[in-house]
């Protein structure tokens, strides 16, 4: 069993900073990666950032430059820092946890998610 639990949501003006975190707990193997993605109302979740255990990073076009991810592998915890924030960027961001199996396909695990909202 696997838990995933984020933190770091809330309230900022735009241009403002957020960090979030992403730990996971339970009976981990190895993870491939870790990953934050969002999702709005009536619209399908997009992949925002995603680190491998190994440290390759990708990032969604419209957040380079300004968000950037990152992993603690000994904690498994992703973190998420957030800055020049605009009011696009809100939404709620989940966390994905991607952990591969000794037999058949590799497990997928999500948070809860954590709110984030940019106000203008």
């Known amino acids: 069993q696997v838990q995933v639990a984020e933190s770091g949501g809330g309230l900022v003006q735009a241009g403002g900073s957020l960090r979030l975190s992403c730990a996971a707990s339970?009976?981990?193997?190895?993870?491939?990666?870790m990953g934050w993605y969002r999702q709005v109302p009536g619209k399908r979740r997009d992949m925002v950032a995603v680190?491998?255990?190994?440290?390759?990073?990708n990032y969604a076009d419209s957040v380079k430059g300004r968000f950037t991810i990152s992993r603690d592998n000994a904690k498994n915890t992703v973190y998420l820092q957030m800055n020049s924030l605009k009011p696009e960027d809100t939404a709620v961001y989940s966390c994905n946890v991607n952990v591969a199996a000794l037999i058949g396909r590799d497990l997928e695990y999500w948070g809860q998610g954590t709110l984030v909202t940019v106000s203008s």
């Open positions: 680190i491998t255990s190994g440290g390759s990073t």
């Open positions: 339970g009976s981990i193997g190895k993870i491939n990666g």
